[in-house]
């Protein structure tokens, strides 16, 4: 059996002939058309349907937060690890800072599954964290399998 859901919205989309229009406010008549879409009711159907389903919208696609424990001085090498995260068509970002709890917070908000976690000792011991944001389970993997290890992990 299917179901069926009946939102009532009404329009979503309305034009028509503006001719008239333009001569009114200038010096001549010049030929219009004109289109309006209602976005918000559009969004309105789409989060009924999601919620018909028992699903809740992810606000990004973003599957993995690089999470560098530091300051700016580190831009460098959070540019060397989300470009290797790219590269393997990981959608990724990444967030610098010396406060942990911004990029936890960071992550739950997007509701982000899994973040990389790269501080001072894990660069001096070559290894990253990969945690499981929903599960809060944290692992440490080598630096050189990181990437690998997260492809198996986001397609199981």
């Not at 159907?45 to 973003?62: G, V």
């Not at 660069?123 to 990253?128: D, T």
Request: glycine fraction near 6%; aromatic fraction near 6%.
């Amino acid at each position: 059996m299917t179901n069926l859901f009946v939102l009532q919205v009404g329009s979503i989309a309305a034009g028509g002939r503006y001719d008239n229009l333009i001569g009114m406010f200038g010096t001549k008549q010049v030929p219009a058309v004109g289109v309006s879409l209602g976005i918000e009711r559009v969004f309105t159907m789409m989060e009924q349907l999601q919620k018909d389903r028992n699903q809740t919208a992810r606000p990004t696609e973003t599957q993995v937060l690089l999470s560098i424990l530091g300051d700016k001085r580190k831009l460098c090498l959070a540019a060397e690890l989300v470009s290797e995260l790219w590269n393997a068509r990981l959608k990724a970002e990444y967030v610098v800072s010396t406060r942990f709890s911004k990029h936890i917070d960071r992550a739950r908000e997007s509701r982000i599954p899994w973040m990389v976690l790269v501080g001072d000792k894990e660069m001096e011991k070559g290894i990253v964290k990969i945690k499981n944001i929903e599960t809060t389970i944290e692992e440490e993997v080598p630096r050189t399998m990181f990437v690998e290890e997260l492809r198996q992990r986001l397609n199981p």
